[in-house]
């Protein structure tokens, strides 16, 4: 039976592995975990709420939230947090997301908008309730 850490490790993803003879992993882990090998973040880690956004932003969406899109932009949000990665990448990043979420937002259908005949069935909807109560 798997006892409480193994789950906590069960959680941890590979990012990625780069450097000389893939010297470094990045990797993403429950906050948690990672505090109790070592004392706390360091101030200068602190995240960018990046992906937080992404998923209050995909969770207005309707439709492609589940989408391979939306998985993009899970993925270039958390790469925009990586505290590893270059200026260089975070910039395109950056602009690989922006391109994402405008393409998610096309994708969405339009939000109805109310017209002139809307209005007169909503007063008379409220006309028939008043002389009904």
Not at 25 to 52: G, I, K, N, Q, T
Not at 75 to 82: I, R
């Amino acid at each position: 039976m798997a006892d409480e850490s193994d789950k906590e490790f069960s959680a941890v993803r590979v990012l990625s592995v780069d450097g000389p003879f893939n010297s470094r992993v990045v990797l993403d882990m429950p906050r948690s975990l990672y505090e109790s090998f070592f004392d706390a973040l360091p101030s200068d880690l602190a995240p960018s709420h990046a992906r937080e956004g992404i998923e209050r932003d995909l969770a207005a969406l309707t439709g492609g939230a589940d989408s391979v899109l939306a998985a993009s932009a899970r993925t270039l949000a958390a790469e925009l947090e990586n505290p590893y990665a270059s200026a260089t990448a975070k910039s395109l990043c950056a602009k690989a997301l922006i391109d994402v979420m405008r393409e998610l937002r096309s994708l969405a259908p339009p939000k109805k908008q109310e017209d002139r005949v809307d209005e007169i069935a909503k007063r008379r909807e409220e006309r028939v309730a008043r002389a009904a109560g």
